[in-house]
């Protein structure tokens, strides 16, 4: 193969740069390279040998590897690896480099380590190199999920099980309004007395939905906190013709709503205790906001389809389900959520036509402390493309190491559990590209989403002042 042959067939991984050298521009047309590309141009003839290799790199002012860096990128295909790694296109054998395909295959599996591991690939490239087989291994093995432990550990304590039409009743607007006694007497007695005005209108069928939004509530108690608060419950009626005729019935379904509060919420607090004594177990949290019945529904049903569709092929997932969990007060809600994401490997985010800071927070949280995370959005909602390509913030930075990773985003709900899938049986897929062709600055994707979950830039001025104040 000739020289600007080589070239080319690189140069979706690798860059000219006249300036300086470094891992990442390694095969490229510069100045004396000629020893290189007499070497590479004849290597199915004459193998390339690791030491021809450590030469060519200690000539250019580069670290040289160990013969285990060698033999695990160039001459073997790990089955044990925290990704599924691709195949060579050639048969790989021996102990020698015998094609260009072969060369490059090695050297894309370097960069995609050094890229997901240390966010620069040459810092990942100096401190790899020098390992042995073991120590390579043990560092790749902190970043696999323990598939066999997951699919084959034993069954955790039983959620309490609540019927998801009463699900929205755990909601902070719901507790605001009936966690009390004296609440829930206030709550009876606003819809008793609009129900009075509408007897009073003479107003024989009166829809308890429009007791519920105030249809016929004074003005005078629109203002007080208890019935701005009721807004939550106006979709609580099955059908909508859900009729009173009188004082008596009305007071009778408000107490019956309140009584339909009172045991959901005692089971939502029993599975908040069950989530915190699962906190050294739990492998997904789910991130939402929920604002009325409609939202807990939908979110129930994400979770049964999604988490029951992986149990169902053999992979049981311990996961915070927000539909089934209720605090006493909004700060111990925060600092218990807090806790789930800290303690959950992966989190899954779910968009919504209005999003929240709360979700937001949590996703941030994830991301900072460097854990999978997957936002799905609606194939139709035209959030994927904000959330994958314009959205700077859906990529942060791993405050414990400095690298730079990004959201995985799904549009459908089989993308879900397919990245999920594949995350438990460290089978991610993912591909090197330079973005928009600007050499140096590489993006990691995920395969199936295409969604990117590494960054490299190539502003020189950026990389140098984030490192040295990084890890000074």
Known sequence: MEKQNIIEYFADIMYSQQTDVNICNFISDRPNSDRLFALLGDIEKNPLSKVQLDQLLSLDGLRNMSDDFFEYYWLTTPKDHFYKIRKPYVPVSGATVTSIEQLKWGFERVFIDCLFLFGNIQAGYDYLSQRSTKELQDIFDKNKFDTQKIIKRGKALHFEDIDKNDRYLISEMACKTLATPQNREKFIELIVEACKNAVSKGIKRIKFQDLL??????????????????????????????????????????????????????????????????????????????????????????????????????????????????????????????????????????????????????????????????????????????????????????????????????????????????????????????????????????????????????????TSAFWNNYIK
């Open 213 to 462: 939004e105030g249809k016929y509530t004074d003005e005078k108690h629109k203002k007080e906190e208890n019935y701005q608060q009721m807004s939550i419950f106006q979709d609580s009626v099955s059908e909508t013709n859900d009729v009173v005729k009188s004082e008596k019935e009305a007071e009778a379904k408000a107490k019956n709503l309140s009584d339909r509060f009172l045991v959901a919420h005692d089971k939502a607090t029993k599975n908040t205790s069950l989530y915190l004594s699962l906190c050294n177990d739990l492998d997904v949290y789910v991130a939402t906001s929920m604002r009325n019945k409609k939202d807990f529904m939908e979110m129930a049903n994400f979770c049964s389809e999604i988490f029951g569709t992986l149990e169902n092929n053999g992979i049981k997932l311990r996961y915070f389900d927000p539909t089934i969990s209720a605090a006493d007060s909004h700060e111990d809600k925060g600092l218990i959520e807090c806790l789930m994401v800290k303690s959950a490997r992966i989190l899954v985010y779910s968009a919504g036509l209005k999003d929240s800071y709360g979700k937001d927070a949590e996703a941030a949280m994830a991301l900072s402390m460097g854990k999978p995370t997957i936002f799905y959005c609606k194939e139709k909602d035209g959030k994927a493309k904000f959330y994958k390509d314009v959205h700077p913030l859906s990529r942060l930075v791993n405050f414990q190491t400095g690298v730079a990773g990004g959201v995985i985003v799904c549009q459908s709900t089989n993308e879900v559990e397919d990245i999920l899938k594949r995350l438990i049986k460290n089978e991610m897929q993912y591909k090197l590209e330079q973005k928009d062709k600007n050499p140096g600055f590489y993006l990691l994707k995920e395969k199936l989403t295409g969604s990117v979950v590494r960054v490299q830039t190539n502003n020189k001025l950026l």
